[in-house]
């Protein structure tokens, strides 16, 4: 609770209260006069002094009410301080509870923000680590790319010189081609002998037919696999025939072969991990091989 009074209403009755002071000052000059300038009538003499005690009664009486009036003033002013320091008391009592809450807040956020501190250092910690490792990662994976590069360049030495031979090859099988020979292909796929020369025969040829150490010379030097040639004893043991049933004049054979082993192998293979000459072998028609068809 506040109290208020009306300041200016107190400074205008101060005022008054000064004016008539000087008016009883006044009074009281004009007094000693009629004491001094007329002793030769009493009657004016006497009523001087009468209305002088009057009005010295009355600004006895004013001064009076001054004095209570200030006194009062001076009570209302020690009540309304003491309420003001009521009042702010109980606000800082009242603010006492919140200081504390926020000083708390403001403890608990700090330490929040300690622990994220913390964590975020470990995360960097753990980021510097994994920036370390891709790092090495980074460094092997180029050595690698640069192992790769330097074997894919080998690789494509090797492909250069593969194709040289490819074409030397063709060169050759043109040649081959022009003294009376058909065209070759060579399969990607294993098959067993029947259906080598079924795929052959679909595709307008059969399976070869070496007549001529030329031949195989030619034959041997571009296969890699052991491939099925157009030569068996199926029909008869013994009796080897080739695929347009002409009668085997020249064999090349490997040492010890054809052996018949089992008395189940009837379908012939040439081998180019043999020599040249002697790279023919007898296996059972069922194997699969790749084949050399020839048109």
Not at 193 to 213: F, P, Q
């Amino acid at each position: 609770m506040y109290l208020s009074f009306n300041h200016s209403s107190s400074v205008n009755t101060c005022c008054q209260t000064y004016e008539r002071t000087m008016e009883l000052e006044t009074i009281y000059e004009n007094i000693r006069n009629c004491d001094i300038t007329d002793t030769s009538r009493p009657r004016i003499q006497s009523y001087c002094q009468n209305e002088g005690k009057a009005r010295k009664q009355r600004g006895s009486r004013c001064l009076m009410l001054i004095t209570v009036g200030l006194g009062l003033i001076c009570v209302l002013l020690v009540v309304f301080i003491i309420l003001q320091h009521i009042t702010i008391t109980r606000e800082r009592q009242l603010l006492k509870p919140s200081c504390k809450n926020i000083f708390q807040l403001f403890n608990e956020t700090t330490n929040s923000l300690q622990e994220d501190y913390t964590d975020l250092m470990i995360k960097k910690d753990q980021l510097q680590n994994s920036f370390s490792s891709l790092s090495q990662k980074k460094l092997e994976l180029e050595t690698t790319v640069n192992g790769l590069t330097a074997e894919k360049d080998q690789l494509q030495r090797s492909i250069d010189s593969l194709s040289q031979k490819k074409l030397e090859l063709e060169t050759e099988l043109r040649m081959l081609s022009g003294r009376g020979n058909g065209k070759f292909f060579y399969s990607y796929e294993l098959k067993s002998w029947s259906d080598s020369r079924h795929y052959c025969r679909d595709h307008g040829g059969d399976l070869v037919i070496i007549n001529s150490e030329e031949k195989q010379r030619l034959i041997s030097s571009f296969i890699k696999e052991r491939v099925w040639i157009g030569l068996s004893d199926i029909q008869q043991e013994g009796n080897m025939k080739w695929v347009d049933n002409s009668p085997l004049k020249q064999g090349f054979w490997d040492r010890n072969e054809p052996n018949d082993a089992n008395g189940a192998e009837d379908c012939i293979e040439l081998n180019p991990a043999k020599s040249v000459l002697n790279n023919w072998n007898d296996i059972r028609c069922s194997d699969k091989r790749k084949w050399i068809c020839e048109n």
